[in-house]
Every structure is written in structure tokens, then in C-alpha cells.
T-cell receptor
Framework: AQKVTQAQTEISVVEKEDVTLDCVYE???????LFWYKQPPSGELVFLIRRNSFDEQNEISGRYSWNFQKSTSSFNFTITASQVVDSAVYFCARPTPGGGADGLTFGKGTHLIIQP | DTAVSQTPKYLVTQMGNDKSIKCEQN?????MYWYKQDSKKFLKIMFS???????INETVPNRFSPKSPDKAHLNLHINSLELGDSAVYFC??????????FGPGTRLTVT
């Protein structure tokens, strides 16, 4: 299976620190998408970003940034100046091999704890 | 308006019972999904439905069956509930390749 690996099970930092969440993926496709989702303590899944493999430019959205490196099959997520509200479980995901209707394959998630 | 909604939000039931979880999307998407999130937060695809046809069915027990009365609904029926079925179940919909919009989840507890 083409996996998504999030090696960091849990990260704890103090508020205002920068933190990077790692994601390594496996793929045999030449074109593919990658995703990040956030699951706050309230439980819903919040879409953060979708990246196309053609676009290797880093993406920045406010305090969030994503570093996509095809050479290392990584799609890492950095939160700058973290805040307590960033505390959540973050999931990296890719389409399940087989086609667009086959849903997403998720990593096991990284539990991020921001301490005040 | 909620884009993808699920009912109920919480469901507590006893082993052996049959239950259903409803999902509705008002986004006009063609494909809908069910995911299961276990106690360790691991999310796994269970089913997807495209234009009322089942596209995939992962290694899910046949006690689980998705039913789609129309394009906007994909309900999940579970027969003979077991303790191991306790989890959070998420419905999702997708307009095209890959992008998924999730419902708020249904926490199922089997006692």
C-alpha cells in the first residue's frame, strides 16, 4: 500500500514557538495530490490545504506554511508563533491508490499540544 | 447552512442491536464516503458512493451497509453491533477528484 507516514505521534511546545509537523508519503503516481487536515478537540475535521504534485512552491497562509519536497517525498507543515488554539491532531493524507472516488488514505496523525 | 451533516451526533446502543447513521450533503457533489476513526484516532475509508453506485468497499464486515436513497444522502446501516464497532464515523462528500468535505462525525458507543 502507498502509505502516509507521520512519525511524530505527539509534539508539545510552548506558545509562540514555531513547530513543524512531518509527513512522508509513498507514491507510484506521477501526478498526485496531498492534503492536511486539522482535528481540534471538538472533533470535526477541518480542511487546511491541498497541493498538486506539479506545484512545488511552498505555500503560506498566515502563520501556516507548507514545504513540499518531491525529492524526499515529504510535505511538512509549519506553524509559526504557535497559539493555544492550534492544539489539535493534524493529519496528512493522500488519495487512496485507485482513483479519485476511492477516498483518502490518512497518516496516523500528530497530536500537537500548545502550552500557554 | 451546514454543507455535510450527520445525525445523530452521539449514538449509544447495546451489542446486537441494529442502528443507522444518516448523512446529507447540500453541495451537489457526486461522490460520498464513510470513514471510521478508531480510539487511536486512525482514520480509514469504509465506503464510497458515486452516482448511487458503490465504488469501493474496503475490508469492512458485511454487517455494515451503505444506502443511498438519492445523490444527496448516504446512510450507514450497521447490523448486529459489536463492541469493536465503537468509533467515530465520518461522512464526507467530494465534487471531483480527491477534495473531501467532512461532516461533524457521529460517535458510536456500543455497550
Amino acid at each position: 500500500a502507498q502509505k502516509v507516514t507521520q512519525a511524530q505521534t505527539e509534539i508539545s511546545v510552548v506558545e509562540k514557538e514555531d513547530v513543524t509537523l512531518d509527513c512522508v508519503y509513498e507514491t507510484r503516481d506521477t501526478t498526485y495530490y496531498l492534503f492536511w487536515y486539522k482535528q481540534p478537540p471538538s472533533g470535526e475535521l477541518v480542511f487546511l490545504i491541498r497541493r498538486n504534485s506539479f506545484d512545488e512552491q511552498n505555500e503560506i497562509s498566515g502563520r501556516y506554511s507548507w514545504n513540499f519536497q518531491k525529492s524526499t517525498s515529504s510535505f511538512n507543515f509549519t506553524i509559526t508563533a504557535s497559539q493555544v488554539v492550534d492544539s489539535a491532531v493534524y493529519f496528512c493524507a493522500r488519495p487512496t491508490p485507485g482513483g479519485g472516488a476511492d477516498g483518502l488514505t490518512f497518516g496516523k496523525g500528530t497530536h500537537l499540544i500548545i502550552q500557554p | 447552512d451546514t454543507a455535510v451533516s450527520q445525525t445523530p451526533k452521539y449514538l449509544v446502543t447495546q451489542m446486537g442491536n441494529d442502528k443507522s447513521i444518516k448523512c446529507e450533503q447540500n453541495l451537489g457533489h457526486d461522490t460520498m464516503y464513510w470513514y471510521k476513526q478508531d480510539s487511536k484516532k486512525f482514520l480509514k475509508i469504509m465506503f464510497s458512493y458515486n452516482n448511487k453506485e458503490l465504488i469501493i468497499n474496503e475490508t469492512v464486515p458485511n454487517r455494515f451497509s451503505p444506502k443511498s436513497p438519492d445523490k444527496a444522502h448516504l446512510n450507514l446501516h450497521i447490523n448486529s453491533l459489536e463492541l469493536g464497532d465503537s468509533a467515530v464515523y465520518f461522512c464526507a462528500s467530494s465534487p471531483s477528484l480527491y477534495e473531501q468535505y467532512f461532516g461533524p462525525g457521529t460517535r458510536l458507543t456500543v455497550t
